[in-house]
């Protein structure tokens, strides 16, 4: 079974068309991973759609405003009983 980690780096590296090695914890999606408001508004809801049948959830605007690196998506997963 992926790790909640291995799971989000795919969906990342699906989203926003980057190398695996490139996705890391502290990366930040902007910054690093060179994402604009709209792939982050994509990623938000391949999140959502990824993690459908672990919890049921939705990412909020205030949440996704909180999210700038992978570690932040982790966090907000884990606040969802996802980890």
């Given at each position: 079974?992926?790790?909640?980690?291995?799971?989000?780096?795919?969906?990342?590296?699906?989203?926003?068309?980057?190398?695996?090695?490139?996705?890391?914890?502290?990366?930040?999606?902007?910054?690093?991973?060179?994402?604009?408001?709209?792939?982050?508004?994509?990623?938000?809801?391949?999140?959502?759609?990824?993690f459908?049948?672990?919890?049921?959830?939705?990412?909020?605007?205030?949440?996704?405003?909180?999210?700038?690196?992978v570690?932040?998506?982790?966090?907000?997963?884990?606040?969802?009983?996802?980890?």
């Open positions: 079974m992926a790790t909640v980690l291995e799971r989000v780096r795919e969906v990342v590296v699906k989203q926003l068309k980057v190398n695996a090695d490139e996705v890391k914890p502290e990366a930040n999606l902007i910054d690093d991973l060179r994402a604009d408001s709209l792939d982050i508004v994509d990623l938000t809801i391949a999140i959502e759609e990824a459908a049948d672990d919890a049921e959830f939705e990412i909020r605007d205030e949440d996704a405003e909180n999210i700038h690196t570690q932040d998506i982790l966090d907000f997963l884990a606040t969802q009983g996802i980890s």
